[in-house]
T-cell receptor, first 111, second 112 residues
């Protein structure tokens, strides 16, 4: 089942922070985050495998609450290059490798 | 290092014509392979995924099919294209354990 992302769109000024949320109605083995620039393929940002795990990538970090089946992506001190559509992808537990994505969050960072 | 090749980058096909999109992965073995479709301004719709040669899971009933004739080759096909098949088709691979997925450049298909 497709994860649910919120918000659908965010508009920021350079230097502001944003949070993108991803939730699932089913238990999750892992949560992935991707960024897609217009006209390009999505690019893998990070994966969270354990409940409570947090990861960081430059000024982009994420957390995974396994019990709540939720993940959040944190973008701090946003840069113009952060603009794009962010997708969360989820894998169910066990040997199921069906990787499904949320509908995406369009992030626009303005000068 | 691992690379994924997907071609062609763009394709214009008439309604009713056949389709064959190919994707190959280099630098890894026994990957999970995926085909997604993205309509303009929309999300990523999972079409097919495969965990091994000849093993295909179909997610959306439609006039598309997929095959995996070799470990690192994934093919998306159609016998007769519909207008609604237009979109951005993306192939992706992941490690067996599912640790992240890596996408090909995509094929922008327009059915006219």
């Amino acid at each position: 089942q497709q994860p649910v992302q919120s918000p659908q769109a965010v508009i920021l000024r350079e230097g502001e922070d944003a949070v993108i949320n991803c939730s699932s109605s089913k238990a999750l083995y892992s949560v992935h985050w991707y960024r897609q620039k217009h006209g390009e393929a999505p690019v893998f940002l990070m994966i969270l495998l354990k409940g409570g795990e947090q990861k960081g990538h430059d000024k982009i970090s994420a957390s995974f609450n396994e019990k709540k089946q939720q993940s959040s992506l944190y973008l701090t001190a946003s840069q113009l290059s952060y603009s794009g559509t962010y997708f969360c992808g989820t894998l169910p537990g066990g040997s199921n490798y069906k990787l499904t994505f949320g509908k995406g969050t369009l992030l626009t960072v303005n000068p | 290092s691992q690379t994924i090749h997907q071609w062609p980058a763009t394709l214009v096909q008439p309604v009713g014509s056949p389709l064959s999109l190919e994707c190959t992965v280099e630098g890894t073995s026994n990957p999970n392979l995926y085909w997604y479709r993205q309509a303009a301004g929309r999300g990523l719709q999972l079409l097919f995924y495969s965990v091994g040669i000849g093993q295909i899971s179909s997610e959306v009933p439609q006039n598309l099919s997929a095959s995996r004739p070799q470990d690192r080759q994934f093919i998306l096909s159609s016998k007769k294209l519909l207008l609604s098949d237009s979109g951005f088709y993306l192939c992706a691979w992941s490690y067996r354990g599912g640790q992240g997925a890596f996408f090909g450049q995509g094929t922008r298909l327009t059915v006219v």
